[in-house]
């Protein structure tokens, strides 16, 4: 060939080639073949590369291949500060405040899966926009005891409300093209001791109550990462534990996503090699002074892992199935080229977090109506409690975040009612937390104060005798030893003397309503004395709008509570049995978790469950419904069979509102000891006053099944069941009986 033509020749096919994108770019080819390409392309070092951490909050991708870095956040609640390269510190950027969304408490006292997609959707759209790539949340350990520091975070006691929530959370944040990593897989539900706690539940207790949230979200919601949590479980760390992670998630689940360590929560390279950790974040924190070996190259499934592959000790299966399921987290993210450019800080994420708050905020207690408040010109309003004024989003450990704005409880007040009352006014009553820093991020609150709390009481009290209403605003906070990460509750009191200020506000007026800021039930011994009591959780940048608009009753409250709320700690099970010991925890109290304790007298269990001061799903609203009685599409079911029940629920007030309406089924005679009533179904409804609607609920076998531990199986047992349906765990409006066949006897 002429030397001119062979040049050309070279050219084109040099062209054809650079026009020919790889194969593991195609979005016409199916996900695993374009994750073969590039595995097949990946030399072993850029696989072990994509293993583990290169910064504290993102992993290396494969430069090489133009597979970008993939970048984590805290989550649940909004997007994280920035934080340095290596360190917790700040960043110190001046462009990351975001908006704060309610906790998670909060959106699960929704119960309204609506609200869960928009949360999950809004908050995908402000990580999106933040290039993040992997939210670190929802949390979903299960609400065990109310000193757990962590519960805000969380979704209550109950693994169905958890999980159907966790689903629409995940679906709306993935739409985004930002993985979701549902956390802390599994048995998290203390934080003292939390890196060393072996905590044991048997396999009634794990399969029915510890795992089904989690099971929903990575399943039904197709959560691309889930974390592990730090604690161990039966003498092994959950972030390389055979059992839950390889056995269970992987083997019996199925489920095809990432496992990412929590930070620090990696201990053993042999574990972390076989027992199911694909991805290890925040083992070490400094890769800035280690010499050659710096500490990202230190990690477990970093060089430790190569060597112990070119030695033979680790085999090429075992990194190929870790990197396939770190590639298949690019593929949905970072290497997602349609995923949509996202927002922050937009009046639609505003609203959305303050139409959260208002469908969370729970009525918790409303004596002759004391609520909504009757707001005129002569009106005088006296405000008491340091939460009124307390910035929250701030503090609580990693959910703490930076905020554009955040409206506080008197903020909101002002806001909606200047100008149309005589006044409106605000004393101190206790001194809490005034710190209103955390991790270098500060509130720029001054709430310092130097009156003791005999002073600020007596204000408080010859205040209170000239108010038409007092509204008290305290609770908990986010600082260590409350709702906060590291530490759990001391007590299950309110601190800071508070008992002793609200029963002396109640003496001077009947007008109290006691508002509870919170993500833990708290003792309420003065409860029989205050006419109105609001469980308000933390509710981010809109607190404030949100609780003024349900305290003028703009907004009607439909919030139900996601936990039992008992009346003293000895009250909750796991207390009771005295397993809540931190050294080796046992879950002795099995699966009667919070309401599932609730036993009918007569029982054969031992030992009657005394009645919470407010049950599990209650929540009162401006108005009443009326249930009618449940109607059964057939009374007579097989375990292949659907059931439908089906309620009509009428607004019997004179103002709109919305109610939850819940389904409980109980399985009264049952070869192992059940529930007297779990929750299989929920629905949030809109009635306009006089106004009716039907709510029909569809469950399938797997709505009346028990895990049985003897054959390692859920059982549906043939005989009666009752399909319950009310306003609350304890306020059942209907049953409706019908029976599950035997198999055979339908063939
Ligand atoms: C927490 C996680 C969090 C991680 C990263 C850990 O201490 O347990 O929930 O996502 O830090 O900040």
Same mark, same amino acid.
């Given at each position: 060939?002429?030397?001119?033509?062979?040049?050309?020749?070279?050219?084109?096919?040099?062209?054809?080639?650079?026009?020919?994108?790889?194969?593991?770019?195609?979005?016409?080819?199916?996900?695993?073949?374009?994750?073969?390409?590039?595995?097949?392309?990946?030399?072993?070092?850029?696989?072990?590369?994509?293993?583990?951490?290169?910064?504290?909050?993102?992993?290396?991708?494969?430069?090489?291949?133009?597979?970008?870095?993939?970048?984590? *956040?805290?989550?649940?609640?909004?997007?994280?500060?920035?934080?340095?390269?290596?360190?917790?510190?700040?960043?110190?950027?001046?462009?990351?405040?975001?908006?704060?969304?309610?906790?998670?408490?909060?959106?699960?006292? *929704?119960?309204?899966?609506?609200?869960?997609?928009?949360? @999950?959707?809004?908050?995908?759209?402000?990580?999106?926009?933040?290039?993040?790539?992997?939210?670190?949340?929802?949390?979903?350990?299960?609400?065990?005891?109310?000193?757990?520091?962590?519960?805000?975070?969380? !979704?209550?006691?109950?693994?169905?409300?958890?999980?159907?929530?966790?689903?629409?959370?995940?679906?709306?944040?993935?739409? %985004?093209?930002?993985?979701?990593?549902?956390?802390?897989?599994?048995?998290?539900?203390?934080?003292?001791?939390?890196?060393?706690?072996?905590?044991?539940?048997?396999?009634?207790?794990?399969?029915?109550?510890?795992?089904?949230?989690?099971? !929903? #979200?990575?399943?039904?919601?197709?959560?691309?990462?889930? !974390?592990?949590?730090?604690?161990?479980?039966? @003498?092994?760390?959950?972030?390389?534990?055979?059992?839950?992670?390889?056995?269970?998630?992987?083997?019996?689940?199925?489920?095809?996503?990432?496992?990412?360590?929590?930070?620090?929560?990696?201990?053993?390279?042999?574990?972390?090699?076989?027992?199911?950790?694909?991805?290890?974040?925040?083992?070490?924190?400094?890769?800035?002074?280690?010499?050659?070996?710096?500490?990202?190259?230190?990690?477990?499934?970093?060089?430790?892992?190569?060597?112990?592959?070119?030695?033979?000790?680790?085999?090429?299966?075992?990194?190929?199935?870790?990197?396939?399921?770190?590639?298949?987290?690019?593929?949905?993210? *970072?290497?997602?080229?349609?995923?949509?450019?996202?927002?922050?800080?937009?009046?639609?994420?505003?609203?959305?977090?303050?139409?959260?708050?208002?469908?969370?905020?729970?009525?918790?207690?409303?004596?002759?109506?004391?609520?909504?408040?009757?707001?005129?010109?002569?009106?005088?309003?006296?405000?008491?409690?340091?939460?009124?004024?307390?910035?929250?989003?701030?503090?609580?450990?990693?959910?703490?975040?930076?905020?554009?704005?955040?409206?506080?409880?008197?903020?909101?007040?002002?806001?909606?009612?200047?100008?149309?009352?005589?006044?409106?006014?605000?004393?101190?009553?206790?001194?809490?937390?005034?710190?209103?820093?955390?991790?270098?991020?500060?509130?720029?609150?001054?709430?310092?104060?130097?009156?003791?709390?005999?002073?600020?009481?007596?204000?408080?009290?010859?205040?209170?005798?000239?108010?038409? =209403?007092?509204?008290?605003?305290?609770?908990?906070?986010?600082?260590?030893?409350?709702?906060?990460?590291?530490?759990?509750?001391?007590?299950?009191?309110?601190?800071?003397?508070?008992?002793?200020?609200?029963? &002396?506000?109640?003496?001077?007026?009947?007008?109290?309503?006691?508002?509870?800021?919170?993500?833990? #039930?708290?003792?309420?011994?003065?409860?029989?004395?205050?006419?109105?009591?609001?469980?308000?959780?933390?509710?981010?940048?809109?607190?404030?709008?949100?609780?003024?608009?349900?305290?003028?009753?703009?907004? %009607?409250?439909?919030?139900?509570?996601?936990?039992?709320?008992?009346?003293?700690?000895?009250?909750?099970?796991?207390?009771?049995?005295?397993?809540?010991?931190?050294?080796?925890?046992? =879950?002795?109290?099995?699966?009667?978790?919070?309401?599932?304790?609730?036993?009918?007298?007569?029982?054969?269990?031992?030992?009657?469950?005394?009645?919470?001061?407010?049950?599990?799903?209650?929540?009162?609203?401006?108005?009443?419904?009326?249930?009618?009685?449940?109607?059964?599409?057939?009374?007579?079911?097989?375990?292949?069979?659907?059931?439908?029940?089906?309620?009509?629920?009428?607004?019997?007030?004179?103002?709109?509102?919305?109610?939850?309406?819940?389904?409980?089924?109980?399985?009264? &005679?049952?070869?192992?000891?059940?529930?007297?009533?779990?929750?299989?179904?929920?629905?949030?409804?809109?009635?306009?006053?006089?106004?009716?609607? *039907?709510?029909?609920?569809?469950?399938?076998?797997?709505?009346?099944?028990?895990?049985?531990?003897?054959?390692?199986?859920?059982?549906?047992?043939?005989?009666?069941?009752?399909?319950?349906?009310?306003?609350?765990?304890?306020?059942?409006? #209907?049953?409706?009986?019908?029976?599950?066949?035997?198999? #055979?006897?339908?063939?």
């Amino acid at each position: 060939m002429k030397p001119l033509l062979l040049s050309l020749c070279t050219t084109l096919c040099v062209l054809a080639a650079m026009a020919q994108s790889p194969a593991y770019l195609d979005e016409n080819l199916d996900i695993e073949q374009r994750i073969t390409d590039l595995m097949s392309r990946m030399t072993l070092e850029e696989k072990i590369g994509v293993l583990h951490a290169q910064s504290k909050f993102s992993s290396a991708g494969v430069p090489r291949l133009g597979v970008p870095e993939l970048w984590c *956040t805290d989550g649940p609640h909004g997007i994280r500060p920035e934080v340095k390269w290596d360190e917790w510190d700040q960043a110190g950027w001046t462009n990351d405040s975001v908006v704060a969304f309610p906790a998670l408490t909060c959106l699960a006292a *929704t119960w309204s899966t609506d609200m869960a997609l928009l949360y @999950g959707r809004s908050i995908g759209e402000e990580a999106r926009y933040r290039k993040k790539d992997v939210l670190l949340g929802p949390g979903l350990n299960i609400y065990r005891t109310p000193l757990g520091g962590r519960n805000f975070e969380y !979704m209550g006691e109950d693994p169905y409300l958890a999980g159907k929530l966790a689903v629409q959370y995940v679906r709306g944040v993935q739409s %985004n093209g930002v993985a979701t990593c549902v956390k802390h897989f599994c048995l998290n539900n203390q934080e003292w001791n939390r890196h060393g706690v072996s905590v044991h539940a048997d396999d009634r207790a794990l399969y029915e109550i510890y795992l089904p949230a989690f099971k !929903m #979200a990575c399943l039904e919601g197709g959560s691309w990462a889930l !974390m592990a949590s730090y604690n161990k479980i039966d @003498g092994q760390h959950a972030g390389h534990n055979y059992r839950t992670l390889q056995e269970i998630l992987k083997g019996e689940w199925g489920w095809p996503g990432a496992v990412v360590s929590d930070w620090g929560g990696t201990h053993n390279t042999d574990e972390a090699v076989s027992n199911g950790l694909d991805l290890e974040f925040g083992t070490g924190t400094n890769g800035l002074y280690g010499g050659s070996r710096n500490t990202y190259d230190a990690y477990h499934l970093a060089l430790p892992f190569l060597d112990g592959i070119r030695s033979g000790r680790y085999t090429r299966q075992q990194l190929d199935d870790k990197v396939r399921r770190v590639l298949r987290l690019h593929m949905h993210t *970072t290497l997602n080229r349609h995923k949509p450019l996202g927002s922050i800080l937009s009046p639609e994420h505003y609203a959305a977090a303050c139409q959260i708050g208002q469908e969370g905020i729970v009525l918790l207690k409303n004596e002759g109506n004391l609520l909504p408040l009757k707001a005129e010109s002569t009106t005088k309003i006296l405000v008491v409690g340091e939460n009124a004024v307390k910035m929250m989003t701030v503090g609580g450990g990693s959910s703490s975040l930076k905020v554009q704005h955040e409206v506080t409880p008197l903020q909101g007040l002002h806001r909606r009612l200047d100008g149309r009352v005589a006044c409106l006014t605000w004393d101190r009553g206790y001194v809490g937390d005034v710190s209103g820093s955390y991790n270098g991020v500060t509130t720029g609150q001054d709430l310092r104060e130097n009156r003791p709390f005999s002073q600020l009481v007596s204000q408080a009290v010859s205040d209170a005798r000239q108010a038409d =209403y007092i509204i008290y605003i305290g609770g908990l906070n986010k600082s260590y030893g409350q709702d906060c990460e590291g530490g759990d509750r001391k007590s299950y009191s309110l601190p800071y003397k508070q008992d002793s200020l609200i029963t &002396e506000l109640a003496k001077i007026n009947p007008n109290l309503i006691v508002v509870n800021i919170s993500g833990n #039930a708290v003792s309420m011994p003065w409860a029989k004395d205050v006419r109105a009591i609001i469980q308000c959780w933390y509710l981010g940048s809109e607190a404030g709008t949100a609780l003024a608009s349900v305290l003028l009753g703009d907004v %009607n409250p439909s919030g139900k509570l996601p936990f039992t709320w008992p009346v003293a700690l000895s009250d909750v099970p796991a207390h009771r049995l005295n397993a809540y010991t931190n050294g080796n925890e046992e =879950y002795k109290e099995s699966i009667f978790v919070g309401y599932r304790a609730d036993r009918e007298s007569g029982s054969k269990r031992k030992g009657q469950q005394p009645s919470p001061l407010f049950p599990f799903g209650h929540g009162l609203s401006y108005t009443t419904f009326a249930y009618s009685k449940p109607v059964l599409d057939k009374k007579t079911v097989t375990p292949s069979d659907s059931l439908t029940v089906s309620v009509d629920v009428t607004n019997t007030g004179t103002v709109a509102g919305k109610e939850v309406v819940q389904l409980y089924i109980s399985d009264p &005679e049952s070869r192992l000891p059940r529930p007297l009533k779990e929750l299989k179904g929920f629905r949030k409804i809109t009635l306009a006053p006089s106004q009716t609607k *039907t709510v029909s609920f569809t469950i399938g076998s797997d709505a009346l099944s028990f895990f049985d531990p003897a054959i390692h199986s859920w059982v549906a047992e043939p005989g009666k069941f009752v399909a319950m349906v009310g306003s609350s765990s304890r306020d059942i409006r #209907a049953k409706a009986e019908f029976v599950l066949t035997k198999p #055979a006897e339908n063939q």
